[in-house]
C-alpha cells in the first residue's frame, strides 16, 4: 500500500488514504461533529491558534482542524496524486 502524505498547514500532515472528507467549519452539523470529537478524545487542533478554515475527517473517526481553505487542502490532494503517477 503506496501511503501519501499530505500537508495541512505549520508543517502539520495528514495520511490521505485515511482521509474521507474535507469540509468548512460553519455549518451546524459540521460544529456538532467537532464537538463529538472533542468529547471522546478524537479531535487534533491543527491551527496553532488560527481560525479554523477546514475540518478533515478521517475513517478512524478523528477530526482534524486546519487553518488553511478545504480547496487548498484538495488541491493539494490532487498535485500529490498527479506527482505519484509521473514516477
Same mark, same amino acid.
Given at each position: 500500500? !503506496?501511503?501519501? #502524505? ?7 500532515? $495528514?495520511?490521505? &488514504?485515511?482521509?474521507?472528507?474535507? $469540509?468548512? @467549519? ?9 464537538? !463529538?470529537?472533542? !468529547?471522546?478524545? =478524537? ?21 482534524? #482542524? %486546519?487553518?488553511? =481553505? @478545504?480547496?487548498? $487542502?484538495? &488541491?493539494?490532494?490532487?498535485? %500529490?496524486?498527479?506527482? =505519484?503517477?509521473?514516477?
Amino acid at each position: 500500500m !503506496d501511503i501519501r #502524505l499530505i500537508n495541512i498547514g505549520f508543517g502539520n500532515i $495528514v495520511s490521505a &488514504n485515511r482521509v474521507i472528507a474535507i $469540509v468548512s @467549519p460553519e455549518s451546524a452539523p459540521i460544529k456538532r461533529i467537532i464537538s !463529538d470529537a472533542r !468529547d471522546r478524545g =478524537q479531535l487534533i487542533d491543527a491551527t496553532y491558534g488560527r481560525r479554523t478554515r477546514a475540518v478533515i475527517i478521517t475513517d478512524s473517526g478523528h477530526v482534524v #482542524l %486546519s487553518a488553511i =481553505q @478545504p480547496e487548498t $487542502v484538495a &488541491n493539494r490532494f490532487v498535485i %500529490s496524486k498527479d506527482a =505519484q503517477g509521473d514516477g
